[in-house]
């Protein structure tokens, strides 16, 4: 696979009190498509990543909404919804669209408008990523669920909460330069630990906002990109998606996410790369349990490993692997069905040269969205032009 991010775009993050789904999505599409400097009837299919449209604002078929808003009336448009990872499997099935031949030019976008209900109708909103009879109806909400994981985690590897508060330090600060992001203050161990709790060992600071938000990438492929001489020095060269039980009673250990770890598997094997090849990485940070859970399944860190990388500065942007340099879901925000295509945005600037937190020399990038607990993973690779792989 190699397919060229052609254009990419990100609307500010955070309140949007005076807006609307359908204008923060399409202003992220035509954001991504001057960026490329195409014009939308190129545009032969259109996907977009929401979750929760019809239980927050009343509104769904949102690819179809998408197509009209652009003018593009007539063109192949469909939403994926996947949880969180909604719009991660949107940029799957365009990456695939145009690796098969079935399109040139693939507009992906995500969107979620997360403000725009009161906090309970969103929290049950939510809670439709997790099982609804065995969890929902226990009172068991996501932060509840991060917190069993993270405890299971911390009894097994002696992990503290202060090492668990150092993921935070390190988002929120790479969050303060980042144009996009909701925060951009930074904060220390001591606010994490005395920051008000939610679900023990979870607190407030621990967890990622509610956040408005749009993105948008265009993808094309290398021939269109020639023909019509686009600037596209990054391209998605591997792809790969996995699931898992819904619930976590049926899963064999909280202390591993099997659907990141097999979508991992099979990125790097359709990119022909390996997790040391990778320079710079976008992960889904939901709770600072889930980044740690996140750089081990994708073998940057051996498990029991990944607590100690943003405490030993090894995921620092001047690290080994520098891991949510845009801050992360934690400072920049997670507009749950924007947040795949958010991450491939911050990634394509990463090779372009061209990020706030830039990381000298990132040629192979790794994107990893996550769907309710882990039951959904979309993981994947870009590269630059010329940087090997991508077969």
């Known amino acids: 696979m190699r397919v060229n991010v052609a254009g990419a775009y990100s609307t500010k993050f955070g309140k949007h009190p005076e807006s609307s789904a359908r204008e923060l999505l399409t202003d992220a599409c035509l954001g991504a498509l001057e960026d490329a400097d195409v014009s939308p009837v190129e545009i032969d299919g259109i996907h977009v990543g929401n979750f929760m449209g019809e239980l927050t604002d009343d509104q769904g078929h949102m690819g179809v909404m998408t197509a009209d808003y652009l003018g593009t009336t ?68 996501f932060p509840g669920i991060f917190a069993l994981i993270a405890r299971d985690y911390m009894d097994e590897f002696g992990v503290t909460r202060e090492e668990l508060a150092e993921v935070t330090v390190k988002n929120r600060a790479n969050g303060v330069d980042n144009p996009i992001a909701q925060y951009q203050e930074g904060v220390t161990v001591d606010d994490v630990l005395e920051a008000r709790p939610i679900a023990p060992p979870v607190g407030m600071l621990d967890s990622c906002p509610i956040t408005d938000g749009a993105s948008a990438v265009l993808l094309v492929s290398p021939e269109y990109a020639d023909e019509n001489g686009l600037d596209a020095p990054a391209s998605v060269v591997g792809s790969g998606a996995s699931s898992a039980s819904l619930a976590l009673q049926d899963r064999d250990v909280l202390s591993r996410t099997r659907a990141a770890e097999r979508a991992a598997e099979r990125a790097y094997e359709h990119a022909g790369v390996a997790p040391e090849d990778v320079d710079v990485a976008e992960v889904h940070d939901c709770f600072t349990i889930a980044e740690i859970l996140a750089v081990e399944s994708l073998g940057f860190f051996e498990r029991g490993e990944g607590a100690y990388a943003a405490v030993e500065g090894e995921t620092a942007p001047d690290g080994r692997i520098p891991v949510n340099t845009s801050g992360g879901l934690i400072a920049k925000g997670h507009p749950v069905g924007a947040t795949g295509v958010a991450q491939v945005v911050e990634l394509a600037k990463q090779i372009e040269g061209e990020h706030p937190t830039q990381v000298e020399g990132a040629e192979t990038a790794v994107a990893h969205n996550v769907g309710g607990s882990g039951a959904s993973t979309t993981v994947h690779v870009l590269q630059a032009e010329g940087a090997g792989g991508g077969s």
Do not use: F, K
């Not at 719009?87 to 507009?107: I, N």
């Open 74 to 141: 007539g063109v192949p448009a469909t939403r994926s919804e996947s949880a969180c990872a909604s719009s991660g499997w949107a940029v799957r099935e365009a990456a695939q669209a145009v690796e098969s031949g079935t399109a040139d030019v693939a507009l992906v976008a995500g969107v979620e408008m997360m403000h725009a209900t009161g906090i309970e109708r969103l929290t049950d909103a939510l809670a439709n990523a997790a099982d609804n009879e065995y969890e929902n109806s226990c009172g068991l909400t």
